[in-house]
């Protein structure tokens, strides 16, 4: 996710920061090289122009040139007029109706469908009881599609009615009913905009009165997003943008331009497949992450929400024993690998966004030490010291790996033993030097 844009974007700032003094002439070429880096991530011309505009005046405005450290105050102007370009402050979704409804509107293709199962999946996890309305009645399939991923996540899906305004309809009257908190109704989709999909749109919106009209909008299409949300918001009034497939092959420049375009705040991105994989979009966060400076705090909130607190507190007192084995060792691999894929945990980390492409993350790696371990008897991984050669032969037939494999995860295993005495010994700092394994 904006990979090409944070490493064009780095190189540009830090040719600007290696300058103890800066002159007009380097701010200029500095800015020269950060309105190609916006072009070329498919940012809308307009808005790069507009953008490096007003990251000169500011830099002008408050005598930067003139400062002791010109460089980091620029890249903090830049980090700020992101911020800015991408809403300032988070948007929360109303969910103040009794219960709420909410539109979710797009062409055929975006991973509208997905993105309803995702926001249900979101807000299901912080209590909320959501009803799903499958509305696309020329499209079976879609309707289909909404109903397995309703009973994946174990929510209800209706799809009854003659039209698409009558289920969605009913759909609110049965949530009343069962006092639930939000209705999110899955609308048609076209492979283009079309005026039969406005007006049925503008229908609907007028009778439900729904407290948000979110788009779902493809990133892979580049500016062309663009103008798709500014169609959708002048014919229905959008309150918010998902944008789909930021994990791909798509340059990011839409995200950039979507809130300064149609003034509509982008409130979710869709990051992967899984029904997980759904980011809330945080300005500030985001400008950070896109000028490789990471996301602590987001960071913080993914281990919050998938590490188990009781796991985490058994292990802790068995390091207090010093009782660290090599089941505690599987338990943690299980628990980083639903942390998400190891690029994604990377680019979080200030400073290591931009080492993305050249740091060979392999995920295959955590999958293999996984094999391994299973591989063992509950005897094996709590007393490795028993795995003589014979043993590991059979431990690597049985996980379809090596005996250097497995002879590699053991040497891994006793070196994290090591480095948990030592911070142990430290009293939980760790040591100089850092992970062993790293």
């Known amino acids: 996710m904006f990979d090409a844009l944070t490493q064009r974007l780095t190189r540009a700032l830090t040719a600007l920061r290696r300058k103890g003094k800066l002159t007009e002439s380097d701010l200029d070429e500095g800015l020269r090289e950060v309105r190609r880096a916006l072009l070329e991530a498919d940012v809308n011309y307009k808005v790069a122009k507009r953008f490096v505009e007003r990251v000169r005046e500011a830099a002008l405005g408050q005598e930067i040139l003139e400062s002791l450290t010109p460089g980091q105050q620029i890249v903090k102007i830049v980090r700020d007029e992101l911020t800015r370009l991408l809403g300032r402050t988070r948007r929360e979704l109303d969910l103040s109706g009794k219960p709420s409804l909410w539109l979710v509107v797009g062409l055929q293709g975006s991973g509208k469908t997905t993105t309803v199962g995702k926001l249900a999946r979101h807000y299901a996890r912080q209590g909320k009881k959501v009803l799903l309305a499958a509305t696309d009645v020329r499209r079976p399939a879609a309707i289909e599609q909404l109903k397995q991923l309703g009973a994946q996540l174990g929510v209800p899906v209706h799809a009854e009615g003659r039209t698409a305004l009558e289920i969605a309809q009913e759909a609110l009257a049965q949530a009343r009913r069962r006092l639930l908190d939000l209705v999110i109704v899955d609308t048609a989709g076209r492979l283009q905009i079309d005026e039969e999909l ?209 002879n590699r995860l053991l040497r891994r295993f006793e070196e994290a033993r090591r480095l948990m005495k030592r911070m142990k010994k430290l009293g939980g700092r760790l040591p100089q030097g850092g992970w062993p394994f790293s």
Request: hydrophobic share 45%; aromatic share 2%; glycine share 8%.
């Open 198 to 406: 406005m007006r049925e749109l503008e229908a609907m919106k007028a009778a439900l009165k729904p407290q948000e009209v979110l788009l779902v909008a493809d990133a892979m299409t580049g500016q062309e997003a663009v103008s798709i949300a500014q169609a959708f918001h002048e014919r229905v009034g959008l309150t918010g943008i998902v944008l789909t497939k930021m994990d791909g092959d798509a340059r990011g420049g839409a995200a950039l331009s979507m809130v300064e375009v149609t003034g509509v705040p982008l409130v979710f991105l869709g990051v992967g497949e899984k029904l997980d994989d759904l980011e809330a979009v945080h300005p500030d966060r985001l400008a950070q992450r896109i000028l490789g400076m990471g996301d602590v705090l987001s960071l913080i909130e993914d281990v919050e929400r998938t590490i188990d607190a009781q796991k985490a507190e058994r292990l802790a007192r068995r390091l207090e024993k010093d009782r660290f084995t090599l089941e505690d060792f599987l338990e943690q691999l299980q628990q980083v690998r639903r942390l998400g894929p190891l690029d994604k945990l990377l680019e979080k980390l200030p400073g290591m966004g931009a080492l993305k492409g050249r740091v060979q993350l392999d995920e295959r790696e955590l999958v293999k030490a996984q094999a391994i371990i299973q591989s063992m008897t509950p005897e094996e991984r709590r007393r490795p010291e028993i795995l003589n050669a014979s043993r590991k032969r059979r431990i690597a037939r049985g996980s379809g790996t090596t005996v250097q494999d497995v």
